[in-house]
Nanobody, 119 residues
Framework: QVQLVESGGGLVQAGGSLRLSCAAS????????MGWFRQAPGKDREFVAS?????????SYADSVKDRFTISRDNAKNTVYLQMNSLKPEDTAVYYC???????????WGQGTQVTVSS
């Protein structure tokens, strides 16, 4: 079992910044990647960013957040971060982190943290 706990969400004005954290615990030794997803009201959950734990820690971003968001990892703390800059009202959503233990779909999800960007 793996537990994921997100934090760092909140209310911010457009153009502002927030940093989300996702702390992983449990059987994470075989994990291969972690990612951030978001779900806005009335919309499907969508991919935001991911970081691989192999191959040099490569990262991937959705086009909508590229050059504004940065995903990073602190191995010692078993924590992944999402630095969000130049926030826009359309970034408003519940943000979820997830962890992948193999090469398939993400296996475990956090409970989500609300991000609200006011115009």
């Amino acid at each position: 079992q793996v537990q994921l706990v997100e934090s760092g969400g909140g209310l911010v004005q457009a153009g502002g910044s927030l940093r989300l954290s996702c702390a992983a615990s449990g059987r994470t030794f075989s994990s291969t990647a972690m990612g951030w997803f978001r779900q806005a009201p009335g919309k499907d959950r969508e991919f935001v960013a991911s970081i691989n734990f192999w191959g040099g820690g490569s990262t991937s971003y959705a086009d909508s957040v590229k050059d504004r968001f940065t995903i990073s990892r602190d191995n010692a703390k078993n924590t992944v971060y999402l630095q969000m800059n130049s926030l826009k009202p359309e970034d408003t959503a519940v943000y979820y982190c997830a962890i992948r233990l193999g090469l398939g779909p993400y296996d475990y999800w956090g409970q989500g943290t609300q991000v609200t960007v006011s115009s």
